[in-house]
């Protein structure tokens, strides 16, 4: 089993849409989580950091549910510029590769 | 805020040569990485370190060297580079894992082995 998994995509929703994607990690001792964006050919972006309590940063919102260790994210109102793939990772901490990414899933929203 | 710079953006090698990718971070940041990114795929980590001075391997370190001689720097060597190392390369740092901070990252060097 891959450490970090994700929905396998793409999506291809119309503007204004709600979307959502899941993100499963396999080590409990995971301790912080991130979903980034990917554009087409540039670097990773920080979206938002995960936690606990859950998240909102405008028309999105993260979730995170420990005890079965996934993580989800909402998008609403998709706006053309939400086409990206979206990366869920995860920091697992005392372990050496800290930072652990999933393969992405990408978004496609429509006009 | 220059963030992580990475040097060059592109590069054509034939087999068998050699280079070095430079990655360059003006945040004094402790952590420093090296990732690899190939179609269809998720980053893998090939190289990171905790300082300067120290580096380990990651998930996909062979055919890869690293050295951190300064803080600000983390530099990514190809002794003799193959056909599978054609990838885009990303640096990231992060102040320090064992604080919920999130990674920066260049914006990658396209690398082709021919």
């Known amino acids: 089993r891959k450490e970090v998994e994700q929905d396998p995509g793409p999506f291809n929703v119309p503007e204004g849409a709600t979307v959502a994607f899941n993100c499963t990690y396999s080590n409990s001792a995971s301790q912080s989580f991130f979903w980034y964006r990917q554009d087409c050919r540039k670097e990773p972006k920080l979206l938002m950091s995960v936690y606990s309590s859950g998240n909102e940063d405008g028309r999105f919102t993260a979730q995170l549910n420990r005890a079965s260790q996934y993580i989800s994210l909402l998008i609403r109102d998709s706006k053309l510029s939400d086409s990206a793939t979206y990366l869920c990772v995860v920091n697992m901490r005392n372990y050496g590769q800290n930072f652990v990414f999933g393969p992405g899933t990408r978004l496609s929203v429509l006009p | 805020n220059a963030g992580v710079t990475q040097t060059p953006k592109f590069r054509v090698l034939k087999t068998g040569q050699s280079m070095t990718l430079l990655c360059a971070q003006d945040?004094?940041?402790?952590?420093m990485y090296w990732y690899r990114q190939d179609p269809g795929m998720g980053l893998r980590l090939i190289h990171y370190s905790v300082g300067e001075g120290t580096t380990a391997k990651g998930e996909v370190p062979d055919g890869y060297n690293v050295s951190r001689l300064k803080k600000q720097n983390f530099l990514l060597g190809l002794e003799s580079a193959a056909p599978s190392q054609t990838s885009v390369y990303f640096c990231a740092s992060s102040y320090q894992p064992q604080s919920p901070q999130p990674q920066h990252f260049g914006d990658g060097t396209r690398l082709s082995i021919l």
């Open positions: 945040m004094n940041h402790e952590y």
